[in-house]
């Protein structure tokens, strides 16, 4: 049988610091605020924009080093939850401790309490899976409690009720465990979004910095009877200039009015630039999961091509993970809208198909 263990040990989280939370959500501010024209000059390019590029990334990866202390430090506290829940026998505790008991689990509920308030309004997707988490917690706690206040009332017959406590407890246990899994997520989701964002700056500097050849030159004879080849003549544009205006520069998904079809994007962030008739372009993407869903709702991917003298523009594209597919671009009712349909090879866990209407940054 377990034994119990002392009361002295919280039940549930102390208060965590304020400070940590403000910390990430600061970082977070300054990421974001800090260059917001930095997708929409990458089309424009040249040599100064790669410590742009750069300093973003080092920004980004500030807020989620922020991010992750401030998860970690929630999940230390919930293992000290989790080891005294899963040792405690609270229906084999002498009735000398009834008080303490009670006064220790309407603790907890309080201090659960507080630990909601924190992300009370927080529109931070990877903090919202943590509020459900501990919302389910709060319930698991109510139950446990209700269940104890009716063991005691018959501490020396009431059977029933004693195992009703020992099922709440192990929802409990449940629970914290569930949280305990969500902290571990969330951790490493915001370190492979970190790993993302640091390659996806590194592609944006690369490509506004590129130089782009003006054509080799002439080469020198080798005996002045040879001619000299003339110079290589100039590619031409399938498209006319004005109409690549309709696809290339930094485009976002809205924040209202939102059109979409199939998966439910939550933050797509596009650019596109034109080099010397063909269209060069990155995209970063998540989207909604939905609940138990296996499915990674993060989608990475860049493309190129030729532009094409039609209005729908498809380009081959790339995955961060090597997945080949295609990316289709459709010019909106007006010049500040795109839609952008994609589709990739067949991908363990991935979105294969997705389509949505962008608007210009």
Not at 267 to 278: A, Q, S, Y
């Amino acid at each position: 049988m377990k034994k119990a263990v002392s009361l002295a040990i919280p039940l549930a989280l102390c208060l965590f610091s304020q400070t940590l939370r403000d910390s990430y959500r600061d970082a977070y501010r300054e990421w974001r605020q800090a260059d917001p024209t930095l997708e929409q000059d990458a089309s424009g390019g040249g040599a100064a924009f790669a410590p742009r590029a750069r300093s973003a990334a080092e920004k980004a990866t500030r807020y989620s080093d922020a991010r992750i202390a401030f998860l970690h430090e929630l999940t230390g506290g919930y293992d000290q939850t989790f080891s005294w829940l899963e040792d405690a026998q609270i229906i084999d505790l002498p009735s000398a401790s009834s008080k303490t008991a009670g006064e220790y689990l309407a603790a907890g509920s309080a201090t659960v309490n507080r630990n909601i308030a924190i992300f009370a309004n927080d529109t931070d997707k990877g903090m919202q899976h943590v509020q459900q988490a501990l919302e389910r917690e709060r319930k698991a706690l109510a139950d446990l409690s209700g269940a104890y206040a009716e063991r005691q009332k018959a501490v020396t017959a009431d059977k029933e009720a004693a195992a009703a406590a020992e099922s709440a407890r192990l929802k409990a246990v449940e629970q914290v465990l569930a949280v305990l899994k969500s902290l571990d997520q969330t951790t490493e989701q915001t370190t492979r979004e970190n790993a993302r964002w640091t390659e996806y700056y590194r592609k944006l500097g690369e490509g506004a910095t590129k130089e782009i050849s003006a054509g080799s030159p002439a080469p020198t004879p080798l005996e002045p009877a040879k001619p000299i080849p003339p110079d290589p003549v100039p590619a031409v544009r399938t498209v006319p200039p004005s109409s690549l205006a309709r696809y290339t520069g930094a485009w976002i998904y809205p924040a209202a009015n939102r059109v979409y079809r199939g998966p439910q994007p939550e933050f797509i962030d596009m650019v596109i630039r034109e080099e010397n008739g063909n269209a060069v372009g990155a995209l970063f993407a998540t989207f909604k999961q939905p609940r138990g869903s296996w499915i990674e709702p993060e989608v990475q991917f860049s493309f190129s091509g030729e532009f094409q003298n039609t209005s729908n523009q498809v380009f081959a594209l790339k995955t961060s993970d090597g997945v080949k597919g295609t990316v289709e671009l459709i010019p909106g009712s007006t010049p500040n809208l795109l839609e952008v349909k994609f589709e990739t090879e067949e991908g363990l866990g991935k979105i294969r198909l997705a389509n949505f209407v962008l608007v210009r940054k």
